[in-house]
């Protein structure tokens, strides 16, 4: 008996059929999410929405800043020893020359006294050695005397001689012995000036090399007792005293740091800049600060090349006025200028830079009730604003808040 077939094939392509459709359904409603832009609601209250205008830009950088006096000099110790005294303490007023503390150092005081001793010494075989000289220097003066004396007599009874000898009143023997007599005294005179001539001269030597040697002893003297009052440490210039390191009893090295003066006719400003920026950064860059309410005037004055943590210093000064108050160590903020002034399109700052690097933001639609992504330029920027240069116009609305919870377009609820 014949079986009919066409009725279960039926069914099995109405089951295929019906499966397909579904396939086909769900991948285009897959299709259609995919493509479809969905908003997502956003109350008002929750966002920042700022208006991008058209007005003057500056490039700055805003750094951290140390207030520091012009000139600083420093208090080391150059003769080490105990804190026996202190005179003043931190933070004090001083004039030039003004005690600060005393240290105790008996090896050098008692070098010192060894020193004068020895001086002491000197001098008094100086003046032994003097007495002595100027006794035999007497001595010899006298025999020169008697010398001159003797040549006189000498001569006086050889020239009388000879005029009796030319007359044949005396024998040529009483001649020859005055001639004799007179011809010794002149030997004799010429060897007593020679041997007073060198005792002058070894007397002055000696002197000379005494007179040296106790110049030397007296310098070292000096210098031995500039040591011990340098135990006195003094003000070296007028100024306010800053971190005294000093305890009574303390031992003290020598070449050790104890405190330092700040003159406090004038300060400065020492920042640390980021050494990305170190190829435009040069002295004469002018700069701003404010201060309880007050903008100040700055300019770069000295740029320090060494980078250090990534970073490189700055000193700035007040170009004219400079607040009356400032204390070292006062940390401020710093702007500095790295443009001139120039018109730009200036979009405030804001959380979403953070999210969209720069590239794109979310904008407001005329009838301020949606939102949706614009794609922007941004070229320059300082604390308050970034300089647009596409993508947006004067007087579009942008959200400048966070994005951390928005990806799609938005709807702005009220």
């Excluded at 991008?52 to 207030?67: A, R, S, W, Y």
């Excluded at 020359?97 to 240290?103: F, H, K, Q, V, Y």
């Excluded at 070229?379 to 970034?386: A, E, T, V």
């Excluded at 116009?393 to 966070?402: F, L, N, R």
Aim: no cysteine; charged share 30%.
């Amino acid at each position: 008996m014949d079986r009919k077939l066409e009725k279960k094939y039926t069914k099995k392509i109405f089951k295929w059929g019906f499966t397909g459709a579904g396939i086909l359904a769900v991948a285009g409603l897959g299709i259609y999410l995919a493509t479809s832009n969905p908003t997502q609601e956003v109350q008002m209250e929750r966002i920042t929405i700022e208006e991008v205008k058209l007005g003057t830009f500056q490039e700055t950088l805003p750094v951290n800043g140390v207030i520091l006096p012009l000139t600083t000099i420093y208090l080391d110790v150059l003769e080490g020893g105990r804190v026996e005294e202190k005179f003043v303490e931190d933070g004090a007023i001083m004039k030039k020359g003004d005690p600060i503390l005393r240290l105790g150092n008996t090896d050098l005081e008692l070098s010192l006294a060894s020193q004068e001793t020895q001086v002491y010494n000197v001098l008094t075989q100086m003046n032994i050695s003097k007495n002595n000289a100027t006794q035999n220097t007497i001595l010899k003066l006298n025999q020169m005397a008697e010398v001159d004396n003797a040549l006189k007599e000498a001569e006086r009874v050889y020239l009388l001689n000879k005029k009796l000898h030319q007359d044949r009143l005396i024998s040529q023997q009483d001649f020859q012995q005055s001639e004799n007599l007179y011809q010794y005294q002149l030997r004799r005179k010429k060897l007593t000036d020679e041997i007073l001539s060198q005792d002058k001269e070894v007397i002055d030597l000696m002197q000379k090399q005494d007179k040296e040697s106790l110049q030397k002893m007296q310098n070292t003297l000096a210098l031995m007792r500039k040591k011990v009052s340098d135990l006195i440490v003094r003000a070296p210039i007028d100024g306010r005293l800053t971190s005294l390191d000093a305890e009574i009893g303390q031992l003290k090295n020598k070449g050790e740091r104890l405190g330092q003066i700040d003159v406090t006719d004038g300060y400065k400003i020492r920042a640390d800049i980021d050494e990305h920026y170190i190829n435009r950064i040069f002295p004469g860059l002018p700069a701003t600060v404010l201060i309880a309410g007050n903008t100040y005037k700055l300019i770069i004055k000295k740029v320090y090349s060494q980078v250090k943590n990534g970073k490189f210093q700055v000193d700035l000064e007040f170009e004219v006025d400079r607040p009356d108050e400032l204390r070292r160590g006062q940390t401020l903020q710093v702007i500095l200028a790295l443009s001139d002034e120039t018109q730009a399109l200036l979009l405030p700052r804001g959380a979403f830079y953070q999210k969209t690097g720069g590239t794109w933001i979310y904008k407001v639609s005329k009838d301020g009730k949606t939102a949706y992504k614009t794609d922007i330029k941004i070229n320059r920027n300082n604390p308050k604003y970034y300089e647009v240069t596409a993508g947006l116009q004067a007087g579009d609305k942008v959200i400048t808040s966070s994005y951390d919870n928005y990806e799609s377009d938005l709807l702005l609820k009220p």
